[in-house]
């Protein structure tokens, strides 16, 4: 593909898939990434690798490279995958739903995806995503964003999507890394306190700590959803200007 910097090569959502041939075992992108998904899922990242994805289809190494031509095409066609789930249910009442509903119903499907596909996470926040899916998840939620009160040109809803997006990601990875610490020492954040309760009373009792000693002592443990879902919009209501009544 010849652009104004030179001759670069199509990406992988651009390219044609490769000729169907005369295998015992047909293959696809899709069905490579489904494959890379569920790996992801059972080992994480740092467990896939293409002779992995090609054991478990049954094929050599070398026909996935007619497919995508390095991991990162690997991972861009995995995390299409999962944006395309995050699409799909709002696509038919993007337009007929309010901003603010909109907006929720795409962050909330976010997390479930990330919920579901921890790998997810640890791809949000780098380079953007410019997958099909990915794009139309993005449209959807600055189209949203563009109508809500109190944002006035595309200065302002640039800073509104950074901020949600900061959010996001900054929200997904402490969740999710607490969720894999617990599995990793077999302990939970309650456990966890608990053990260090006695060290924890003896510094709040110096009195040099009062505020925290009142979040200590006063403080409930929050549902990580329902703290996930009050921030999301105490956020919106932050960047409209216009709190909801």
């Given at each position: 593909?010849?652009?104004?910097?030179?001759?670069?090569?199509?990406?992988?959502?651009?390219?044609?898939?490769?000729?169907?041939?005369?295998?015992?075992?047909?293959?696809?992108?899709?069905?490579?990434?489904?494959?890379?998904?569920?790996?992801?899922?059972?080992?994480?990242?740092?467990?896939?690798?293409?002779?992995?994805?090609a054991k478990e289809l049954g094929v050599g190494?070398?026909?996935?490279?007619?497919?995508?031509?390095?991991?990162?095409?690997?991972?861009?066609?995995?995390?299409?995958?999962?944006?395309?789930?995050?699409?799909?249910?709002?696509?038919?009442?993007?337009?007929?739903?309010?901003?603010?509903?909109?907006?929720?119903?795409?962050?909330?499907?976010?997390?479930?995806?990330?919920?579901?596909?921890?790998?997810?996470?640890?791809?949000?926040?780098?380079?953007?995503?410019?997958?099909?899916?990915?794009?139309?998840?993005?449209?959807?939620?600055?189209?949203?964003?563009?109508?809500?009160?109190?944002?006035?040109?595309?200065?302002?809803?640039?800073?509104?999507?950074?901020?949600?997006?900061?959010?996001?990601?900054?929200?997904?990875?402490?969740?999710?890394?607490?969720?894999?610490?617990?599995?990793?020492?077999?302990?939970?954040?309650?456990?966890?306190?608990?053990?260090?309760?006695?060290?924890?009373?003896?510094?709040?009792?110096?009195?040099?700590?009062?505020?925290?000693?009142?979040?200590?002592?006063?403080?409930?443990?929050?549902?990580?959803?329902?703290?996930?879902?009050?921030?999301?919009?105490?956020?919106?209501?932050?960047?409209?200007?216009?709190?909801?009544?």
């Open positions: 593909m010849d652009t104004p910097y030179g001759s670069a090569p199509l990406p992988v959502w651009e390219r044609p898939e490769p000729q169907p041939r005369a295998a015992p075992v047909p293959l696809s992108r899709a069905k490579i990434a489904a494959t890379a998904i569920r790996l992801a899922d059972e080992h994480g990242l740092e467990g896939l690798s293409v002779r992995k994805i190494p070398m026909r996935l490279y007619d497919y995508v031509t390095n991991r990162s095409e690997l991972l861009d066609l995995m995390v299409d995958a999962v944006y395309a789930r995050i699409a799909e249910p709002g696509q038919d009442c993007a337009q007929e739903s309010g901003w603010r509903a909109t907006v929720l119903d795409i962050v909330h499907r976010t997390r479930a995806a990330a919920l579901e596909h921890e790998w997810f996470a640890d791809l949000l926040g780098a380079r953007p995503h410019l997958g099909p899916h990915a794009l139309t998840v993005g449209e959807s939620t600055a189209a949203a964003l563009s109508r809500a009160p109190g944002l006035h040109g595309v200065d302002d809803l640039q800073r509104a999507l950074g901020a949600l997006n900061a959010f996001v990601v900054g929200s997904l990875r402490r969740e999710i890394t607490e969720r894999r610490t617990a599995r990793a020492t077999g302990t939970d954040m309650s456990a966890w306190q608990a053990a260090l309760g006695p060290y924890l009373t003896r510094m709040l009792d110096t009195g040099r700590y009062p505020t925290v000693a009142r979040l200590v002592h006063d403080g409930a443990h929050l549902d990580a959803g329902e703290t996930f879902h009050h921030t999301l919009t105490t956020i919106l209501d932050g960047l409209t200007g216009h709190p909801r009544t």
